[in-house]
């Protein structure tokens, strides 16, 4: 198993709507060492309002409660939680915990996320709190190739590129950009023209929006 450094250690995001859960949860995550911080957050009552919170976080994995409507009126579940944010940030680590995994797995995208929670013990969560870690790990390593991939791609002479390589740059650049949840990303069409070498100003633009990217992710990266 790859060591991490301490300074390298995640960031997590854990939801659930009892105060028990979250307390043993964060009890279980910081004997475990595996974690510089451990955020605890309770479920909004709406989706949208949650996922606004998460964005303005900074973490690298979230782990969530299924069903988040038991102590309190909430319009999702944990399920639709991970979904929505996975789709926001690309590649994002996202887990479930569960006491009611049949119901889960049906409601899922993706089964894997899936954890049960059932006998509550330390030994029971050592096994999603190591795979939290490795796909903390995994995400880091894909967000470096894309962007020293992309880094190269426009190191490359505008008036040589092929039509292939300027899908390939725009492709990067959008996984990059949902990787970290970046809102204020320049139009597709925008980026094409630039890199098609039609308009000097939209190429500024665009020199100084990758600039902006990869200051962006080397911090998060180093932070």
Same mark, same amino acid.
């Given at each position: ?21 979250? #307390? ?43 069903? &988040? ?26 887990? !479930?915990?569960?006491?009611? #995994? ?11 996320? !899936? ?8 030994? #029971? !969560? ?23 991939? &992309?880094?190269?791609? &426009? ?69």
């Amino acid at each position: 198993m790859t060591e991490v450094k301490s300074d390298d250690l995640p960031t997590i995001v854990y939801v659930d709507e009892n105060e028990d859960a979250l #307390e043993d949860f964060y009890l279980d995550a910081k004997k475990s060492k595996l974690f510089a911080q451990i955020i605890l957050l309770k479920p909004q009552p709406h989706l949208d309002a949650m996922l606004e919170t998460l964005q303005g976080l900074k973490f690298e994995a979230l782990v969530s409660d299924f069903r &988040l409507a038991d102590a309190a009126p909430v319009d999702y579940d944990g399920a639709q939680l991970v979904d929505r944010f996975g789709a926001i940030r690309s590649g994002f680590p996202c887990f !479930i915990r569960t006491s009611y #995994e049949q119901e889960a797995l049906h409601a899922a995208d993706d089964v894997n996320t !899936i954890y049960s929670k059932d006998d509550g013990t330390a030994q #029971e !969560i050592r096994p999603l709190l190591d795979r939290v870690r490795l796909q903390v790990l995994r995400h880091r390593r894909l967000v470096e190739s894309w962007n020293e991939e &992309l880094e190269t791609l &426009l190191g490359l002479d505008r008036a040589t590129l092929s039509a292939d390589l300027v899908d390939r740059i725009l492709d990067l650049d959008t996984k990059l950009e949902s990787s970290l949840g970046t809102d204020a990303a320049l139009a597709k069409t925008s980026k094409r023209a630039v890199l098609e070498e039609s308009l000097f100003e939209g190429r500024r633009a665009l020199i100084e929006e990758t600039e902006r990217l990869v200051a962006d992710i080397r911090k998060a990266l180093d932070d």
